[in-house]
């Protein structure tokens, strides 16, 4: 995402801008997915397909050198479109009560919940790969907390500006 133009603009306007602070780093998370989903949703209605890549993150200074992208602005992930030479199923997603909560966080479900989406998802990936991929969502996130850590973005953000302050 774009913090400098942000940075920049305030500071053409007079502020005495501070850079590098923990929220910059999430506001410059969310907008884009913001701006991604809409434009997903804008694309699947015209019967295009989309793709995030959050693979980008495994090189960010090999993308952002690639992409020219100055100091406070950073890769998030990528996102392809196009028309679909297939019609597959939409993938599952965790059941709307496990992620949609009112008045406060509730997870006391949440083992029961996540067992019945993991039946959902082995089936999903057996179909879709005819047989070849026998594994569930639990077992599809565990790199992301073992093996898949990108310990490297933290220096990567720090390089782009954003120390967390």
Not at 68 to 88: A, I, R, S, T
Not at 104 to 113: F, K, P, S, V
Not at 149 to 162: I, N, T
Request: some cysteine.
């Amino acid at each position: 995402d774009d913090m400098r133009r942000s940075s920049n603009a305030a500071e053409r306007a007079g502020a005495d801008v501070v850079r590098g602070t923990s929220e910059q780093l999430v506001v410059a998370s969310v907008d884009p997915a913001l701006m991604a989903q809409n434009v997903a949703v804008a694309a699947e209605s015209e019967g295009l397909g989309i793709c995030y890549i959050g693979g980008i993150r495994n090189n960010p200074t090999e993308i952002s050198n690639l992409l020219k992208l100055p100091e406070g602005v950073y890769p998030v992930f990528g996102m392809c479109l196009g028309y679909p030479d297939q019609n597959p199923e939409v993938k599952p997603r965790l059941p709307v009560e496990s992620v949609l909560m009112e008045d406060y966080y509730r997870d006391e479900r949440d083992e029961e919940q996540v067992s019945g989406f993991d039946g959902t998802m082995k089936r999903y990936y057996l179909e879709r790969s005819g047989g070849n991929k026998n594994t569930n969502w639990s077992e599809q996130l565990k790199p992301l907390f073992t093996t898949k850590l990108r310990p490297h973005m933290q220096s990567f953000l720090q390089s782009k500006g954003f120390g967390l302050k």
